[in-house]
């Protein structure tokens, strides 16, 4: 029987254009002006900023440089810990001025909450940062929903694709892999999930439906039927 919920966001409770459309540019937008304010007065931002220079080998006084190492990692979609978190403080600034709302697809609420209120925990596995994750669903187009959730995982347990990072996050939620339902819109976050033992839904919600024996749902209604008859 499924008694947890572990989703990912981009895709299968989120759109992915909220997160290239908006998010990413907002934070590529803002980026320098941040990092020229914070970057001598916030710890947490020069903790960052020393990683990014480690890694680029771009002095850390050099300020514009490793804004340009942050920006050419933006545009390539790296999973860089430093970059998501500066990207979070980022947006951390956007959600509490309003510039921001977090984007939840209507079935998605409605289903989050219901589950939520039928006893089952919901918990959130996304590349994006812990702290990028409350945000989002924090500060939303369908209000705050932090209190439905029981937890956040990111890539600080393994990369999304790896089986190990399913296995870790089971040792640390205590359960059994088949009480489990993993719900993503990327084959290959399931195919690990599965090999840990956890069930999967993949959520297509345009374009042709995949030909597999894999479950598929339009959207969280229908992982609501399968969660029914389970």
């Not at 509490?96 to 989050?112: F, T, V």
């Not at 088949?178 to 069930?199: I, P």
């Amino acid at each position: 029987m499924i008694r947890v919920i572990l989703t990912d966001i981009e895709g299968t409770t989120s759109s992915i254009s909220f997160v290239h459309d908006e998010l990413f540019p907002y934070a590529s937008e803002h980026l320098l002006e941040f990092v020229r304010e914070h970057h001598h007065t916030t710890r947490a931002v020069t903790e960052q900023l020393a990683i990014v220079a480690e890694k680029s080998g771009v002095d850390i006084k050099d300020v514009d440089g490793l804004v340009d190492v942050l920006q050419n990692w933006i545009a390539e979609d790296r999973k860089e810990g430093s970059l998501k978190a500066l990207q979070g403080m980022i947006w951390e600034q956007g959600y509490r001025s309003g510039e921001l709302k977090g984007h939840i697809y209507p079935d998605a609420a409605d289903y989050l909450q219901r589950w939520h209120d039928r006893g089952l925990r919901l918990f959130v596995y996304s590349s994006g940062s812990v702290k990028a994750q409350k945000l989002i669903f924090g500060h939303s187009n369908e209000g705050d929903f932090t209190p439905f959730f029981s937890g956040y995982f990111d890539t600080t347990v393994g990369g999304k694709k790896e089986v190990q990072s399913y296995h870790n996050i089971l040792a640390e939620l205590g359960v059994e892999p088949k009480t489990v339902l993993f719900l993503s819109d990327v084959e290959a976050e399931l195919e690990a999930a599965e090999q840990a033992g956890v069930k999967t839904a993949w959520l297509v919600r345009e374009g042709a439906l995949p030909e597999t024996d894999r479950f598929v749902a339009r959207d969280f209604s229908e992982v609501d039927a399968l969660l029914r008859k389970r």
